[in-house]
């Protein structure tokens, strides 16, 4: 079973940036689709984005496009969560999931990292 970890979150104003990372290790194959998810104080947990084994095709939420980018080097077992034009309702738990599929279907998830903390307030 693949374990994750993603980095360390952090706070930021509105309009600003943050990457997010998420490092694949013990028994990470490269066959794993990885998705990022966010879970905000009182709601549902929901997909965020999502890029294929390969990373050549990549998914977004609507509340999302245009302002994430999620994007992965292979060589490193890493996968990347670029944020950008923060907003406040983007303040959430962050967590990155891998699947044994070379297309995320969510049907089929291998592991779940612990979670980070983004925070967009001024």
């Known amino acids: 079973q693949v374990q994750l970890v993603e980095s360390v979150g952090g706070s930021v104003q509105p309009g600003g940036s943050l990457s997010l990372s998420c490092a694949a290790s013990?028994?990470?194959?490269?066959?794993?689709?990885i998705a990022w998810f966010r879970q905000a104080a009182g709601r549902e947990r929901e997909i965020v984005a999502a890029?294929?084994?390969?990373?050549?095709?990549?998914w977004y939420t609507d509340s999302v496009k245009g302002r994430f980018t999620i994007s992965r080097d292979n060589a490193k077992n890493l996968v990347y969560l670029q944020m950008n034009s923060l907003k406040p309702e983007d303040t959430a738990v962050y967590y990155c999931?891998?699947?044994?599929?070379?297309?995320?279907?969510?049907?089929?998830?291998?592991?779940w990292g612990q979670g980070t903390q983004v925070t967009v307030s001024s």
């Open positions: 890029i294929t084994w390969r990373g050549g095709n990549t």
């Open positions: 013990r028994g990470s194959r490269r066959t794993h689709a």
């Open positions: 999931a891998a699947e044994f599929s070379r297309v995320w279907t969510g049907s089929n998830v291998d592991s």
